[in-house]
């Protein structure tokens, strides 16, 4: 077993070394651009706590969720609590297999980009949430190109989270943070139906 002389030279060192890491970490003078994909649950909720954090600090939000329409959610109606602090716009027209009129989406998507743009280069938000916008671009219901432009001409005060499955390798390379959450159980897979407060 370890002495309490070399469990303290130990944590010295690491101590010593975690400060030199942070002396010669900086701040990077822009917004950072994150990104929440793969298979488990947990990346809209996850994009949502940080809107929290952002709130926390006095800080002005804008959210755009892509696919998802007419489908009252918690969090809609909890940020709706900050009217002066959140600006949200819900694309509508509900899941895609539902519409299954693909000029209809492409026109829905389009209009929701219009409006994320508009967030992200206006200079007026600190964080911008473009909830399944993965999924926008998988579908082809928007170019890689227009939204990676986008990210490029947001404002510097302006932090951006894209969210969805099958983030494009584009989008992740130009990305300061990308998380992936991997499925290791859901409830979905027992056969149990999503659970207000939980999944929505
Ligand atoms: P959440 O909004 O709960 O953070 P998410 O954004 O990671 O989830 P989405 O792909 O956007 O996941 O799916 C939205 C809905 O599908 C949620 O109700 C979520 O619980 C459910 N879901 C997420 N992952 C899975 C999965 N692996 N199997 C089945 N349903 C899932
Ligand atoms: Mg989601």
Not at 100 to 123: H, K, P, S
Request: glycine letters at 10%; charged letters at 25%.
């Amino acid at each position: 077993m370890e002495t309490n002389e070399a469990h303290v030279a130990r944590m010295k060192a690491l101590q010593a070394k975690q400060r030199r890491k942070s002396a010669a970490a900086r701040n990077p003078g822009r917004g950072l651009v994150l990104v929440y994909t793969g298979n488990g649950k947990g990346k809209s909720s996850s994009a949502f706590g940080v809107i929290a954090r952002a709130l926390g600090w006095g800080r002005k939000v804008g959210v755009v969720q892509f696919i998802k329409g007419n489908w009252t959610t918690g969090e809609r109606r909890f940020f709706a609590k900050f009217p002066d602090q959140v600006d949200w716009y819900t694309m509508g027209e509900g899941f895609t297999w539902d519409t299954q009129d693909r000029d209809r989406d492409v026109a829905a998507a389009e209009t929701a980009f219009a409006r994320a743009l508009a967030m992200l280069t206006g200079g007026g938000y600190d964080l911008v949430v473009l909830d399944e916008i993965n999924i926008a671009l998988r579908y082809e219901y928007l170019s890689g190109r227009t939204v990676l432009d986008g990210l490029v001409a947001r404002s510097e005060r302006t932090s951006v989270i894209l969210t969805g499955r099958d983030a494009s390798s584009e989008i992740c390379e130009y990305a300061d943070l990308v998380s992936e959450m991997r499925e290791v159980k859901h409830p979905f897979a027992a056969g149990i139906k999503a659970q207000r407060g939980i999944d929505f």
